[in-house]
């Protein structure tokens, strides 16, 4: 490992620390400046029957009446120390409601883009060797038919016809393994469609390639084409992609686990945020960040082994964090 | 195709399942039916899942005990000194029995013997004056509130012996016997309540005295609740005291409403919470159980803030009352299950008096009180005084989820004798910041509350002995003082129960309180196998007598 990539790693692992602590006070001001807490919500709760009184006699016992830069600081110095908080809404250690919560989301989302692959990878194929007569055309129509349809909406289907008409899963039990599977195609298809639309762009680029009629007139057979040839080189790009749909991921499994009554990450955030239950809401932000980064870097890291004519530069640029344009600041030798 | 085979089979064999026990139950009526009265003998065992939106925040007792969800865990891990039916009869529990003196300012419950919670604690006087004093005083700066609609003149809790508590009050509280029945008010082990508020948190290591104890739980997805053998206190009122028939219960958060009815349809549940009105009718005749009992409380309405133009007019206050089609509510946007309201509480609450006259529909009446106010019909039909047109703001309340739909019901109403009605919905926590009884944008109020006892309406009527000032009176109106004072001061229901019906009739006429329905806020469908189950004061159901049937 040279002095260059070391270089690199150390200013990337800075910026992410960098971007977690900024996500961290965006979102304890952006949340601070909304109306409303867990405790003065329920405290306003017209069931309660609290007076106006009572209210401002518990919210300052709490010290929820402090100026908004003390709360900052008292929360920022406690998540500097490793120490995620209480939960405003349910009292109860922060690391303690996501441990409980993360393999469950971490299950969805590893299955949804494992889904979203196979099905990108499908259709990918159609689109090269199906014939035009069965529907190749069709195929292509698919990414933009899988972004159009919300995944709420293949979610309720996909729970109707599955689970209640041919009761091949309990929506009471929703980690079984065919409520995970069915969640898992709910998450996966409009992830799919993203990562199919590159794919099937650079698949038909590669496919025009001279390697390609070569190999073609040398009589291989269509799958040998296509995983040994034209995949590998359209695949790099498709790299970029799949780091990119961490964040849809994310996303779709709030969805995905409310309409599928599991609990996760997207859940615990739902609820979190509903509630404005801020020591939560900026633990999953900071760790979304840091997964995100993460992922990103793990990309970078795959995208050499992939194809050889990428290398690191000698001499690094800083880049952002995410963004489509990284790579144009680091590495040279991107198949065009 | 099997597949489908096999549920078509399903379905059909459902619906026969169904039609039959649609003709065996008859004219058995589900709102607070006693299981002793039931055809068929109780079958011990079975496990049932109850499907529910939410099990809300935090499970620190006191904090959650009238959770609209938490509730309904709580009604079954814990117990009460009292048991309050859905008529407001209240009746002995973990009480036997008790005295109080002529004030009402001293009260001396006699407990039960031999009864114990889960942790193996006696659950005997020391036990019950930790809970009284945590009720009123809570943990504030632990984050351990007080429970709100406990008596605020409650002075101090004594053991006498170990079967037998004294409560002093600082003022006569005629309604503290009642309250001991409120949800709010369950009993927990000392060693629990001892803990500090992250431990309470953990409804795992909570301790309560009831025929149930959570086998386990994970927050934002389920709580299953295991029968406990030894338990042999329930309620008499209920017709059977000794353990509970089913052998466990699962509270599971499904949060799309038509996934929790299409799972009970599925045979996959067997109780679904908070159902569409709109769906009842089908589900009914497809041979569910629907029930909508109404809790003991106030009706769905609006507190008028009487500070706010032209709402400081009593004759424009008088307009709205009669300007309300109340009928036309339940007709569109609710079933026959729901009432017509009679008063501003429900006719369902001891002390409530039938006060229909006063809220009869009376477009012209409305009008021509209006014409003498001043406020005149423009060439666009909004009426006007000096300039300034009839409005009305109305702000949707979140936990009624039909609150928006009768607001535009009424809106269409009020507009046809020219008022303007603006509709605003907000979520839960911008509607608790922003909308607040009396508030300078807040001429309505809409009100969804429930309470166990009459008295506690002295407490809402103006701001004395910190009082919530529904009607932002604050202490200007000379009648409604006299009759705050003498209601909190009635040591018997005799002498309060005539007050009362001044009250109700005084609140209405002078239009601070606009009554629009009766309210069924929590709403049941429940597959036809599963009986028994009972409805308490505060409509939540309990399945301690429930079982399931062949």
């Known amino acids: 490992m040279n002095r260059s990539y070391l270089d690199y790693a150390a200013k990337r692992i800075g910026q992410a620390v960098i971007v977690i602590l900024l996500s961290y006070v965006f979102t304890f001001i952006v949340v601070s400046v909304l109306p409303g807490d867990p405790i003065t919500n329920v405290l306003r709760d017209p069931q309660n029957g609290f007076s106006e009184q009572e209210i401002q006699q518990i919210i300052a016992a709490q010290g929820l009446d402090r100026p908004v830069l003390v709360q900052l600081w008292a929360s920022l110095s406690q998540f500097l120390s490793g120490d995620l908080g209480l939960s405003m809404r349910s009292n109860r250690p922060v690391s303690t409601l996501i441990a ?134 359209s695949a790099l790009p498709v790299v970029t992609v799949v780091a990119l749909t961490v964040g849809e991921l994310l996303g779709g499994s709030l969805i995905t686990e409310t309409v599928y009554g599991r609990t996760g990450i997207g859940s615990l955030v739902q609820r979190s945020v509903t509630t404005q239950d801020l020591p939560v809401i900026q633990a999953v932000v900071s760790l979304a960040a840091v997964a995100f980064v993460v992922v990103n870097l793990l990309a970078d890291l795959v995208y050499p082994l992939l194809d050889p004519r990428v290398k690191l530069i000698g001499t690094v640029k800083p880049r952002p964090a995410t963004g489509d344009d990284a790579f144009d600041d680091r590495v040279e030798g991107i198949p065009s | 195709m099997s597949h489908l085979a096999q549920f078509v089979s399903i379905t059909r064999r459902r619906l026969l399942t169904a039609g039959s026990a649609f003709l065996l139950a008859g004219a058995v009526t589900f709102t607070g039916v006693n299981p002793a009265l039931s055809a068929e003998d109780p079958r011990n065992g079975g496990d049932i899942v109850f499907l529910i939106d939410s099990l809300g925040g935090t499970w620190i007792p006191n904090n959650s005990a009238i959770s609209s969800f938490q509730g309904h865990v709580w009604g079954h891990v814990t117990d009460k000194l009292v048991y309050v039916d859905a008529d407001g009869k209240v009746s002995p529990w973990l009480a036997e029995r008790w005295e109080q003196n002529a004030e009402a300012t001293e009260f001396t419950l006699h407990l039960k013997k031999g009864v114990t919670f889960s942790d193996g604690t006696p659950l005997d006087a020391a036990a019950v004056v930790a809970n009284l004093d945590i009720w009123y005083a809570g943990r504030k700066n632990e984050g351990i509130n007080p429970i709100a609609l406990f008596p605020k003149t409650y002075d101090r809790a004594d053991v006498i012996d170990p079967q037998t508590v004294k409560v002093t009050f600082k003022k006569p509280t005629l309604g503290f016997i009642p309250t001991l029945g409120y949800h709010g008010s369950i009993l927990i082990s000392p060693k629990t309540l001892a803990q500090p508020a992250t431990q309470q948190a953990d409804l795992a ?57 299409s799972a009970v349809q599925s045979s996959q549940a067997d109780v679904a919470y908070n159902a569409s009105p709109q769906e009842l009718k089908s589900l009914k005749d497809e041979g569910f159980t629907v029930a909508t009992p109404r809790y003991l409380g106030f009706v769905n309405g609006w507190a008028i803030n009487t500070k706010l133009e032209p709402y400081n007019d009593v004759k424009v206050r008088q307009a709205l009352q009669a300007a309300i089609n109340r009928q036309e509510i339940i007709d569109t946007v609710y079933t026959p299950d729901w009432k017509l309201a ?4 429900q006719s369902n609450v001891p002390g409530a008096t039938d006060q229909s006259a006063l809220l009869a529909y009376d477009p012209a009446k409305a009008e021509k009180l209006l014409d003498e106010a001043g406020w005149v019909k423009g060439a666009d039909g909004v ?98 003082n006299e009759l705050r004072d003498k209601i909190a001061g009635a040591a018997s229901t005799d ?18 309180f606009i009554p629009r329905t009766q309210i069924v806020q929590r709403i049941y469908v429940q597959s036809p196998t599963l009986k028994g189950e009972v409805y308490n004061g505060v409509a939540y159901a309990s399945y301690y007598t429930a079982y399931k049937s062949e």
């Open chain 1, 100 to 233: 409980e919560v993360l393999p469950s989301t971490l299950v969805l989302a590893t299955s949804g883009l494992a889904v979203a692959i196979v099905l990108a990878l499908v259709i990918g194929y159609g689109t090269q060797f199906l014939p035009r007569r069965y529907g190749q055309g069709l195929l292509r129509g698919f990414p933009s038919l899988f972004l159009s349809v919300p995944n709420f909406v293949i979610g309720l289907v996909l729970i109707h016809i599955f689970g209640f008409q041919l009761g091949l899963f309990r929506v009471i039990n929703a980690d079984s393994f065919w409520a995970t599977f069915f969640a898992a195609v709910a998450l996966g298809i409009p992830v799919s469609a993203q990562i199919a639309e590159v794919l099937i762009a650079n698949l038909d680029h590669e496919a025009r390639q001279d390697y390609a009629a070569v190999a073609r007139g040398r009589g291989i057979s269509q799958s040998r084409l296509f995983f040994r040839h034209l995949l590998k080189p």
């Open chain 2, 205 to 261: 290591k909570t301790s309560g005295s009831g025929p149930y104890v959570v086998e386990s739980w994970k927050e934002g997805d389920h709580v299953t609740l295991v029968k406990r053998k030894d338990y042999n206190w329930g309620p008499p009122a209920v017709g059977h005291t000794g353990p509970a028939y089913l052998d466990r219960i699962t509270y599971k958060i499904v949060s799309e409403p038509s996934l929790r009815v």
């Open chain 2, 342 to 345: 009679t008063s501003f509480i």
């Open chain 2, 383 to 480: 009426r006007a005084k000096n300039g300034k047109p009839l409005t009305l703001t109305l702000h949707s309340n979140p936990y009624l989820a039909t609150a928006k739909a009768i607001d535009e019901l009424i809106a269409q109403q009020l507009g046809k004798i020219g008022w303007k009605v603006d509709i605003r919905a907000f979520d839960v926590v911008t509607f608790t910041d922003r909308v607040k009884y009396g508030g300078p944008t807040v001429p309505a109020y809409e009100v969804t509350r429930s309470f166990i006892d009459a008295g506690t309406i002295a407490s809402i009527l103006t701001n004395a002995n910190n009082g919530e000032n529904w009607f932002n009176l604050d202490d200007s109106d000379k009648t409604l």
């Open chain 2, 495 to 512: 002498v309060r129960n005539p007050l009362l019906n001044e009250l109700q009739k005084y609140v209405l006429e002078q239009g601070y």
